[in-house]
T-cell receptor, first 111, second 112 residues
């Protein structure tokens, strides 16, 4: 079993919809959680960075961490075709520098 | 633009050859990471350097090696190349050992 599980998709939704992207993990020691966006054949771009549990909002993006369920989510409001990309979650322990990555979810926003 | 630069953008070479990929981190960042991403695959962590010293190793093959120089740029050397080494190679940098990582645009390696 992988330490971080992420549905590869593709997830296809109409423009304007609310998108929910998720990752589950098995190691309760993870403390730092990140979401990256990767356009095709480009370098991943950091979207959200959160510590421990709770919510963090940045514009149309909200990151949510539920440590009791070992579950993290990224919500995108008012989705746009330009949001079409692969979304990768990543996390690490407090005592370890190495990021553990999800496989990425391919998101398609249909105009 | 993340501020991380990678050269070359594309590289085409033959099996058995050796290549060097170069990365310049963001200004002020001390840590450099190398990742491999094969077609439609996730990111595979290869190796991390911090201020010139190796700090973490992932699934890096013995045919691959890296180093970070005093000016903090890094090079990834890939030797005895095989067809399966064809992939995107990303460099990322961070300010400290464990802070958020910023990725470069990648080098696309094609081994024929």
């Amino acid at each position: 079993q992988k330490e971080v599980e992420q549905d590869p998709g593709p997830l296809s939704v109409p423009e304007g919809a609310i998108v929910s992207l998720n990752c589950t993990y098995s190691n309760s020691a993870f403390q730092y959680f990140m979401w990256y966006r990767q356009y095709s054949r480009k370098g991943p771009e950091l979207l959200m960075y959160t510590y421990s549990s709770g919510n963090k909002e940045d514009g149309r993006f909200t990151a949510q961490v539920d440590k009791s369920s070992k579950y993290i989510s990224l919500f995108i409001r008012d989705s746009q075709p330009s949001d079409s990309a692969t979304y990768l979650c990543a996390m690490r322990k407090d005592s370890n520098y190495q990021l553990i990555w999800g496989a990425g979810t391919k998101l398609i926003i249909k105009p | 633009d993340s501020g991380v630069t990678q050269t070359p953008k594309h590289l085409i070479t033959a099996t058995g050859q050796r290549v060097t990929l170069r990365c310049s981190p963001r200004s002020g960042d001390l840590s450099v990471y190398w990742y491999q991403q094969s077609l439609d695959q996730g990111l595979q962590f290869l190796i991390q350097y911090y201020n010139g010293e190796e700090r973490a190793k992932g699934n890096i093959l013995e045919r691959f090696s890296a180093q970070q120089f005093p000016d903090l740029h890094s090079e990834l050397n890939l030797s005895s190349l095989e067809l399966g080494d064809s992939a995107l190679y990303f460099c990322a940098s961070s300010a400290r050992l464990a802070s958020e990582q910023y990725f470069g645009p990648g080098t696309r390696l094609t081994v024929t």
